[in-house]
């Protein structure tokens, strides 16, 4: 879902409208959004549709997050063309237990999210025979190509390309971008040194 806007965004256009054409068909009204484990992009994902959702327009898609199923029963989300749960993560510890049985008897199918590359085969087809047996069938899987990697590696590459930033003799010196308040405590909590005249 990260990575080319352009991309992403048909990606989701064209997986809504494929999830809207199986509820008119098949009926499958009620999906659970979940994953082999966590991390694997399904929150991004429901994010995604629900921007999408708001484009597209005409169609009433509600979205509801695995938090709040205890608050609202199956049947107050009724006139609407599809129903998308935030799920929890599908074969962690007690993964549907999380779900009121309400709601999982309401459920129609799965979009299952998996990531490239990292996911494992048997891991999926753990997932097929464990939401199958509790009744849940996989109506679509998101292959994600895109993982975010650990935010401590995040914070060291933003460190290292400031610090390339500052060294580099081919860049002309001091950046002429124009100093934003908060940049010397940005550079400071990154344990760099700050450049002198």
Same mark, same amino acid.
């Given at each position: 879902m990260i990575g080319d806007p352009t991309y992403s965004r048909r990606k989701t256009r @064209?997986?809504?409208?494929?999830l809207?054409?199986?509820? @008119?068909?098949?009926?499958t009204k009620r999906l659970l959004i979940t994953s082999v484990s966590a991390g694997a992009g399904k929150t991004l994902l429901c994010k995604a549709l629900r921007e999408e959702a708001k484009i597209l327009g005409g169609r009433t898609i509600s979205f509801v997050s695995q938090r709040f199923l205890d608050r609202v029963e199956p049947s107050e989300v009724s006139g609407v063309d599809l129903v998308l749960v935030d799920g929890p993560a599908s074969i962690e510890v007690d993964g549907l237990s999380e779900i009121p049985s309400d709601w999982r #008897?309401?459920?129609?199918?799965v979009?299952?999210?998996?990531?490239? #590359?990292e996911t494992q085969r048997e891991s999926v087809q753990e997932a097929r025979r464990w939401l199958e047996a509790n009744g849940l069938p996989i109506v679509a899987v998101v292959w994600n190509e895109y993982r975010l990697p650990p935010l401590g590696v995040l914070f060291e590459r933003l460190r290292r390309a400031l610090t390339f930033r500052k060294s580099n003799p081919l860049g002309g010196g001091k950046s002429t971008s124009p100093k934003r308040r908060g940049d010397d405590d940005a550079e400071s909590s990154f344990g760099l040194s700050k450049e002198e005249p």
């Open positions: @064209e997986l809504l409208s494929g809207l054409r199986l509820a @008119e068909a098949r009926g #008897r309401a459920l129609d199918g979009v299952l999210v998996v990531v490239k #590359r």
